[in-house]
């Protein structure tokens, strides 16, 4: 990310994330080109699942730690594509929703009862149950009903071919004064730091 405005609006914050990298990767590009297409409107610039976020400033190394603890027990995780939907009004963003696969509910489980035992703040968090797993391909929150209804309309779809891959690490993004920084964290293995 490199616009001054969204890394300012996402100063303090941490996002631990999975970046697909072959068959999701396509087909978010593909599906993303396409709605970019159709209306001009505010995008992720690098594809990602999210599997939580965080407001802890203060206590970043103390979230990382905890992350990291959580990676070494973790197996890779599979991810498949399977639809084209949307997050409808108020949130107006259109994403590529992925399968509920066994390793990826079960990753985002243990990752819940790890958190449980902390008071990290956490932002826009759900039950395991009521959490949908995907990519956000626009966020179209700006668009007249209207307009959000045809992009809506238009872009919901099952997908006939489940583009799936295995990823093997996290990376946990935070931002701070004014800057994106990162740090992958492969699964299964303890740092030496």
Do not use: C, N
């Amino acid at each position: 990310m490199s616009s001054p405005t969204q890394l300012a609006s996402l100063e303090g914050q941490q996002y631990l994330v999975l970046r697909p990298t072959r068959a999701v990767s396509d087909v978010y590009r593909a599906e993303q080109r396409s709605a970019l297409g159709r209306v001009d409107a505010p995008h992720a610039h690098t594809e990602h699942v999210t599997l939580r976020a965080f407001h802890e400033p203060e206590r970043r190394e103390e979230v990382l730690s905890l992350i990291r603890e959580w990676a070494v027990a973790q197996h890779p995780i599979e991810v498949i594509a399977e639809a084209v939907d949307v997050f409808p009004t108020p949130w107006q963003v259109v994403i590529l929703r992925l399968t509920r696969t066994s390793s990826l509910v079960s990753a985002y489980a243990k990752l819940s009862t790890a958190l449980d035992a902390t008071d990290f703040r956490r932002l826009d968090e759900r039950d395991t149950a009521e959490w949908t797993f995907h990519l956000s391909v626009i966020y179209a929150k700006t668009l007249s009903a209207a307009a959000w209804s045809e992009l809506s309309h238009k872009s919901r779809r099952s997908l006939s071919k489940r583009p799936a891959e295995t990823i093997s690490e996290v990376e946990f993004v935070w931002y701070e004064d004014g800057v994106e920084h990162a740090e992958v964290i492969p699964f299964g293995l303890r740092s030496f730091r």
